[in-house]
């Protein structure tokens, strides 16, 4: 299957053809993908977050479900049903679009809290339980939501239990002027995302995601990591620290990272690279922090900043 970063270029160059001048954003993607976790995007309308997701599904030969969520979704309308067979005399489960190894959920915070948690042991565990019946879902599984902010009309606000289980948060921002150009001159009868070919597919991913273990972590590198989570569950601004789930993403993230730049070992760089997107979203500010218009990230800039990296060398064990 050639090598890990070889493959991953590929991809990355493949979505680019779809979306441009959002390489960070991109890689990133892939990453989860990668890791078989799960991507928040969070943006204003209208600066291609749908179109990042079906990019990725395109460019992986996988199954893809896309879920609109709105106000009067049920949570049947994403897991499946059970049907009456008539002819048969029994039921029969008619799969939801969960069932995929891509999922692209549309706008998820306009749907309720109810249908929201339709997601969450599929998220979680990779799995869906329904009439006493639990369903695994094949691996690659990586749910890609989509969201409006907060503040605009006809939103709810995702509990902290579901944001804890994607393994990242992102934001697409406005392209640069030369990118958006590019965007009108390629802009033709076609959408540039239906002329993207697949260059992977799902033994691919599998495979991908088998090499993280070979990544080395030395025990520095752990005790930093654990450091910076430490100093999440302490920090005086926040109500909620860093979880043991989110400890664990950034060290795989960190390794699929470093797997994409052609290292078979994690620096510190890695996981302060990653810490914006991973870490955030999984922190909870205190009331008075909020008031002060303190922010998770800005806590995550400087815990970062303040807890000591690690000088042993990176394949230290």
């Known amino acids: 299957m050639g090598r890990f970063d070889e493959q991953f270029k590929l991809i990355h160059h493949n979505i680019e053809q779809a979306v441009k001048g959002k390489g960070e954003v991109i890689e990133l993607l892939i990453l989860a993908l990668v890791c078989g976790g799960h991507v928040l995007i ?14 990725l599904a395109r460019s992986v030969e996988v199954s893809f479900g896309r879920i609109q969520f709105t106000p009067d979704l049920l949570p049947v309308d994403i897991t499946g049903t059970s ?37 969450l042991e599929a998220m ?17 599984f990586t749910v890609i939501a989509t969201q409006n902010p907060l503040e605009y009309e006809g939103t709810y606000p995702l509990p902290e239990s579901q944001m804890d289980r994607f393994l990242m948060r992102l934001q697409v921002g406005y392209p640069d002027r030369g990118s958006e150009d590019s965007i009108l001159v390629g802009r033709g009868a076609q959408e540039p995302v ?4 697949p260059v992977a597919d ?16 030395s025990g520095p590198l752990r005790s930093y990591l654990l450091d910076v989570a430490a100093a999440t569950r302490r920090h005086p601004g926040l109500a909620l620290g860093l979880s043991p789930r989110g400890v664990l993403a950034v060290l795989r993230l960190a390794r699929a990272r470093a797997a994409a730049a052609s290292r078979d070992y994690v620096t510190p760089d890695d996981i302060k690279a990653l810490a914006p997107a991973v870490l955030p ?5 205190k009331p008075d922090s909020r008031v002060r218009g303190l922010q998770s990230s800005d806590i995550v800039t400087e815990i970062i900043d303040s807890v000591p990296m690690p000088r042993q060398r990176a394949r230290a064990v």
Not at 42 to 55: F, H, I, R, S, Y
Not at 281 to 285: E, Q
């Open 124 to 140: 979680g565990e990779q799995q869906v339980t329904l009439d006493g019946v639990t369903r695994r879902l094949e691996p690659p």
């Open 194 to 197: 239906d002329l993207i070919e």
């Open 202 to 217: 799902a033994a691919v991913v599998r495979w991908m995601s088998e090499q993280l273990e070979q990544v080395h972590v």
């Open 281 to 285: 979203h999984r922190l909870l500010p």
């Open 42 to 55: 969070e943006d204003v309308p209208g600066v291609g977050k749908t179109t990042l997701g079906k990019a």
């Open 83 to 119: 049907v009456f067979n008539r002819a048969s005399g029994t039921f029969e489960f008619r799969p939801g679009p969960v069932f995929s190894n891509i999922v692209l959920a549309d706008e998820i915070n306009r749907a309720s809290p109810k249908a929201q948690s339709a997601l």
